[in-house]
């Protein structure tokens, strides 16, 4: 398996654009997680998905992101419109069912707000 | 609520000699404890984790980590660094009855001197 992909790995963009950040989950996995990265802030937990349906938003900064699931293999982060204090690394990580389990990472996508 | 706390941000020490990196915990219920790695520019790999069982737990790269009830830590150890072992390792708990997504510490940077 090729792992988790997300694309794109880098993305520069100027405040008040729309991003869209895009990941595939490693097959058969029925979890997958958004995570945001920063040095102030650390690795943090965005949203949560199992079997394509939202289970815990509670991460989500506020109403200018939003995620989506639309099927088991493909899962988007949106920021609309973005801001400089958006820059971040985000992370999208999946995992099986088993209870046990540990996630398996992407290599993520560092987002430059301008 | 659960927690992690590494206390460290960084710790040094000479290739060949043991390396400890500390992690405590704060979980209502029984914990699921994990360890990553990340290198600079990529994602967060999986090293080991503790679920149950014997309380110390042996992962990838001739790493493990000793799981303590008592003192609500779980420390990484490796008997002889290695020069290639720097870099950026994060604790994550979860509790067995709780949510699906893990609770990461702050991160500590493993500096290893040849």
């Known amino acids: 398996d090729a792992g988790v992909i997300q694309s794109p790995r880098h993305e520069v963009t100027e405040m008040g654009q729309e991003v869209t950040l895009r990941c595939k989950p490693i097959?058969?996995?029925?979890?997958l997680f958004w995570y945001r990265q920063t040095m102030m802030r650390g690795l943090e937990l965005l949203i949560y998905f199992n079997n394509n349906v939202p289970i815990d938003d509670s991460g989500m900064p506020e109403d200018r992101f939003s995620a989506k699931m639309p099927n088991a293999s493909f899962s988007t982060l949106k920021i609309q419109p973005s801001e400089p204090r958006d820059s971040a690394v985000y992370f999208c990580a999946s995992s099986p069912d088993r209870v046990s389990d540990e996630q398996f990472f992407g290599p993520g996508t560092r987002l430059t707000v301008l | 609520a659960q927690s992690v706390a590494q206390p460290e941000d960084q710790v040094n020490v000479a290739e060949g000699n043991p390396l400890t990196v500390k992690c405590t915990y704060s979980v209502s219920g029984n914990p699921y404890l994990f360890w990553y790695v990340q290198y600079p520019n990529r994602g967060l790999q999986f090293l080991l984790k503790?679920?149950?069982?014997?309380?110390l737990v042996k992962g990838s790269y001739g790493f493990e980590a000793e799981f303590n009830k008592s003192q609500t830590s779980f420390h990484l150890k490796k008997p002889s660094a290695l020069v290639s072992d720097s870099a950026l390792y994060f604790c994550a708990v979860r509790d067995k009855a709780g949510r699906r997504a893990l609770t990461f510490g702050s991160g500590t940077r493993l500096q290893v001197q040849p």
């Open positions: 097959s058969g996995h029925d979890y």
């Open positions: 503790y679920i149950t069982g014997d309380n």
